[in-house]
């Protein structure tokens, strides 16, 4: 009698979202849905264009995406990336647009202030590590002190 039960569409999403990748599929699904909203509501949205477009402006989320990962991987925290981006961005824009700096100079110097405030950062957390090992910190509350 019980092997001819067949779980019904409700009890087999249930049984689905209990699997390891379960999580990820009302995800897709809806990611699936706004694809297929957008694309018939603007003709423009599946054109090449719209694809570089989003390819370019992901690409810096992607890259921090992937130094965050190897920080995470780890098992330790960094915030301090999404500043010290904003920073050099923001250096860049003002040497490019106000100083009128050539961009690939500008480029160059954000870069190597990001390598000097990482660098900095990079010393002072292990010295507060140090001076707060009595109270046992981690290393997220160091530059809370």
């Known amino acids: 009698m019980e092997a001819d039960y067949k779980p019904g569409p409700v009890e ?3 049984l689905m979202r209990e699997t390891r990748f379960g999580a990820f599929v009302p995800v897709l699904l809806a990611l699936i849905v706004i694809w297929i909203y957008f694309s018939i509501s603007e003709p423009a949205f599946f054109s090449a264009r719209n694809f570089y477009f989003l390819f370019m402006q992901s690409a810096v989320v992607g890259t921090l995406a992937v130094g965050i990962t190897m920080v995470l991987l780890l098992g330790d925290i960094d915030l301090s990336v999404a500043a010290n981006s904003g920073v050099c961005a923001a250096l860049m824009a003002v040497l490019i647009a106000n100083l009128g700096v050539v961009a690939p100079i500008a480029c160059l110097l954000a870069i190597f202030l990001g390598v000097l405030l990482s660098a900095g950062q990079g010393i002072l957390v ?11 910190l981690p290393v997220f509350w160091a530059f809370r002190v």
């Open 12 to 14: 087999r999403f249930r």
């Open 126 to 136: 292990p010295m507060s590590e140090f001076r707060l090992s009595w109270s046992r």
